[in-house]
């Protein structure tokens, strides 16, 4: 490989790197919590009835 293609894949690997912590895993993180709630919030519905 040569120097530029080098400087190219580390960039690449960079911008891999942030976009993954910046961006994904909040937004999963987000996801999860958002399901996890929908699904107590379901179960209360159906089966649970209001907390005691």
Same mark, same amino acid.
């Given at each position: #490989?040569? %120097? @530029? %293609? @080098?400087?190219?894949?580390? @960039? %690449? %690997?960079?911008?891999?790197?942030?976009? $993954?912590? /910046?961006? #994904? /895993?909040?937004? $999963? @993180?987000? #996801?999860?919590?958002? /399901?996890?709630?929908?699904? /107590?919030?379901?179960?209360?519905? $159906?089966?649970?009835?209001?907390?005691?």
């Amino acid at each position: #490989m040569t %120097e @530029t %293609e @080098t400087h190219v894949r580390k @960039t %690449e %690997e960079i911008r891999s790197f942030l976009f $993954l912590t /910046v961006i #994904m /895993v909040p937004v $999963l @993180t987000l #996801m999860i919590i958002a /399901v996890y709630g929908f699904c /107590v919030w379901f179960y209360q519905i $159906l089966i649970g009835g209001p907390p005691h």
